[in-house]
């Protein structure tokens, strides 16, 4: 293939903060363009919108059904090859499902779904039509976050025994969804965001981070959410203990109203022989603490890293890499999987470390078992999916 993949998006228009980080992080290595789009479920926003991207008028759709079915009855070297959805949690099934049922691969926003059973519907989609499928979990798309990873699969920690997550955010300290401010107002909605708010947004980050860098799978947990702001219908606060695979045990907070917090998801990970430490907010460096040896910070850039982190990585040692290129290092695998799959080849072990539908699926059995253990006068909850 002697071209780039062809994308289209649903959802992400004008005021949409999502949408821009996605179309720079598709865009940023070149091996994806964007070709058209339903950029709202409001046609005349969708044209504004897809206008100020300079797309043709004839490939910028009001609804993302009509976008679907003109783009499937274009000539093959014309049409999209994948959509990318970036919409409010209630309206990610459908487009995916309508999507990968006429032929068109996906990437989509997380949280997956808005419930567990959509997941699970959309797993057997999937399998039914054999379309790649790529979940955005961001955070994972970090080169030091992979490179802890395989450390810990390495076994350089020695066997896991405590795990710790946590995400403070700071920007719904104050009741913010009675303003015009889109994003705190869907975000807190149940009926367009789900049964959890702070947990469902940013608290699913937390957890994927957690069974991702670790390898290891929650059995069981002991969750309290709570609602801080008066008059907020969804959780903007909460914390989790948590039970893993082979004994390991640990606790995740995530909250929107630590007052002067931006961004600071931080993991730690504590095994026999050591432990590793992440900052979001410092992320080119990997702390790692020895028992018997002195602190060691590995640093992005380096030849001494994984091959999944440097791959992970564009620019020389010392050069700031953050949130738009581990966003980019998820769209780059997937692209560079899914042209291989379109060329009948075999794809690198490094591209096909992203996301997918088994992550979303346990994102989701992880915002029902924490409402119900929140619920619960039991409290400790088996991790069901």
């Known amino acids: 293939m002697s071209r780039k993949l062809r994308m289209g998006m649903i959802g992400g228009g004008k005021d949409a903060f999502i949408g821009a980080v996605h179309r720079m992080s598709a865009i940023m290595d070149g091996e994806i363009e964007l ?3 339903a950029f709202s479920s409001d046609a005349e926003k969708s044209r504004i919108s ?3 991207l300079y797309l043709p008028n004839d490939r910028v759709y009001g609804s993302f059904e009509e976008m679907i079915l003109a783009e499937k009855k274009l000539p093959e070297d014309i049409r999209m090859d994948f959509v990318s959805i970036v919409t409010p949690n209630h309206m990610h099934f459908a487009p995916a499902r309508m999507a990968m049922e006429n032929g068109f691969h996906v990437v989509l926003d997380k949280p997956v779904t808005f419930t567990l059973a959509e997941a699970i519907q959309l797993r057997e989609v999937i399998e039914k039509t054999g379309m790649l499928f790529c979940l955005t979990h961001t955070y994972t798309g970090y080169p030091m976050i992979k490179e802890a ?3 810990i699969a390495a076994g350089k920690l ?3 025994r405590k795990i710790q997550v946590e995400y403070p955010q700071g920007w719904l300290t104050e009741f913010r969804e009675g303003s015009n401010y889109k994003q705190a107002a869907w975000r807190t909605d149940p009926k367009r965001s789900g049964i959890s708010g702070c947990m469902g947004d940013i608290g699913t980050h937390a957890f994927n981070m957690a069974e991702y860098v670790s390898g290891l799978k929650v059995t069981a947990l002991c969750a309290e959410l709570n609602i801080v702001v008066p008059g907020r219908q969804l959780d903007d606060d909460g914390a989790v203990l948590l039970r893993f695979e082979q ?3 640990g606790f995740l907070y995530a909250t929107q109203v630590a007052a002067g917090e931006e961004n600071n998801l931080k993991i730690r990970i504590y095994g026999e022989l050591g432990g590793l430490e992440w900052y979001q907010e410092e992320a080119n460096s990997l702390r790692l603490k020895w028992l018997h040896e002195p602190t060691q910070v590995l640093r992005a850039g380096n030849p001494y890293l994984s091959s999944y982190a440097r791959f992970g990585t564009r620019t020389p040692a010392g050069h700031p890499e953050g949130y738009l290129e581990a966003f980019a290092n998820l ?3 997937f692209a560079l999987t899914l042209r291989t799959k379109l060329e009948g ?3 690198e072990k490094e591209w096909l470390d992203f996301p997918g539908i088994t992550e979303g699926i346990r994102g989701m059995a992880f915002i029902e078992n924490v409402v119900r253990s929140s619920r619960s006068d ?4 088996p991790f069901e999916v």
């Open 50 to 52: 897809g206008s100020s």
């Open 247 to 249: 004994g390991a045990t």
């Open 149 to 151: 990873r395989q450390i």
């Open 35 to 37: 070709v058209c789009g």
């Open 331 to 333: 769209y780059r695998n």
């Open 158 to 160: 020695g066997k896991i």
């Open 345 to 347: 080849g075999n794809p």
């Open 378 to 381: 039991q409290k400790w909850t």
